[in-house]
């Protein structure tokens, strides 16, 4: 019979991976998550990890949800050729400025609506995720019963926060046939078909907060919102997987 102490151990102790995703909690173990969630996705871009390589052949975009304005911040506006201007305060404010993303006026700054859009920011993003199945149903002329035979929505997101704090998401949606990865969505399922949906979801998203300190907030995406197509990799397109 064989045995094991944690006293061999240099610190007394078997240390374990606690898994945490945050590098500020645990830099090693947020490195595997990120290492891992990079081949995932590329996996899902490209094929490989039990992915076939005609997925670069499925529709796929990458989309960015953004918050609403709350109220001006100090930025750096650019110019056509991506030169800086001046921000509203007429300062031209260096990358590393700590005024980047602070209100112009803090006292007509929406905190409360900031700070209830991030808390609920989740539940903005679950809702999309519903109102876009139901648009790109709606515009293969099917019910939303019938649509999960057809075709898979697949997506993969990260949330970033803006230098103003305020969250933004970031997706790859991309769709499928009815098995996943390994069967090409129908052909009418195209990227404008997608592109269209995601815009018309986003739009029609809105969750509702009641509490003693605000009354009712009535939350929604911003006007901002980024769809662009991802091609394959070696053709003439400004986004490749």
Same mark, same amino acid.
């Given at each position: 019979?064989?045995? /094991?102490? *944690? *006293?061999?151990?240099?610190?007394?102790?078997?240390?374990?991976?606690?898994?945490? &995703?945050?590098?500020?909690? #645990?830099?090693?173990?947020?490195?595997? /998550?990120?290492?891992?969630? /990079?081949? !995932?996705?590329?996996?899902?871009?490209?094929?490989?990890?039990?992915? %076939?390589?005609?997925?670069?052949?499925?529709?796929?975009?990458?989309?960015?949800?953004?918050?609403?304005?709350?109220? %001006?911040?100090?930025?750096?506006?650019?110019?056509?050729?991506?030169?800086?201007?001046?921000? $509203? #305060?007429?300062?031209?404010?260096? %990358?590393?400025?700590?005024?980047?993303?602070?209100?112009?006026?803090?006292?007509?700054?929406?905190?409360?609506?900031?700070?209830?859009?991030?808390?609920?920011?989740? =539940?903005? +993003?679950? $809702?999309?995720?519903? /109102?876009?199945?139901?648009?790109?149903?709606?515009? !293969?002329?099917?019910?939303?019963?019938? =649509? %999960?035979?057809?075709?898979?929505?697949?997506?993969?997101?990260?949330? @970033?926060?803006?230098?103003?704090?305020?969250?933004?998401?970031?997706?790859?949606?991309? !769709?499928?046939?009815?098995?996943?990865?390994?069967?090409?969505?129908?052909?009418?399922?195209?990227?404008?078909?997608?592109?269209?949906?995601?815009?018309? =979801?986003? =739009?029609?998203?809105?969750?509702?907060?009641?509490?003693?300190?605000?009354?009712? &907030?009535?939350?929604? +995406?911003? @006007?901002?919102?980024?769809?662009? @197509?991802?091609?394959?990799?070696?053709?003439?397109?400004?986004?490749?997987?």
């Amino acid at each position: 019979m064989r045995s /094991y102490s *944690s *006293s061999d151990e240099p610190t007394g102790s078997l240390l374990t991976a606690c898994g945490n &995703r945050r590098s500020s909690r #645990c830099a090693a173990c947020s490195r595997i /998550y990120a290492v891992d969630t /990079y081949h !995932l996705i590329r996996a899902g871009l490209t094929g490989g990890k039990t992915v %076939p390589d005609t997925v670069r052949t499925h529709s796929r975009v990458f989309a960015t949800l953004t918050a609403p304005s709350f109220g %001006p911040v100090h930025n750096r506006p650019t110019n056509t050729d991506g030169g800086a201007r001046p921000c $509203r #305060c007429r300062k031209l404010h260096e %990358p590393t400025d700590a005024l980047l993303g602070t209100p112009l006026n803090p006292a007509a700054y929406d905190y409360a609506g900031a700070v209830l859009f991030n808390a609920h920011a989740s =539940a903005l +993003w679950a $809702r999309f995720t519903i /109102y876009l199945r139901r648009e790109i149903a709606a515009r !293969l002329g099917l019910t939303q019963k019938d =649509a %999960p035979a057809v075709l898979r929505v697949s997506f993969a997101k990260v949330a @970033e926060y803006q230098k103003c704090g305020l969250v933004r998401f970031h997706a790859v949606i991309r !769709l499928d046939g009815p098995g996943g990865s390994t069967q090409p969505p129908p052909r009418s399922a195209t990227v404008t078909l997608l592109a269209d949906a995601i815009r018309a =979801a986003a =739009a029609r998203v809105r969750v509702t907060v009641v509490s003693d300190a605000v009354g009712e &907030r009535e939350l929604a +995406w911003g @006007e901002q919102l980024g769809v662009r @197509e991802i091609a394959a990799f070696g053709t003439d397109a400004e986004l490749t997987d």
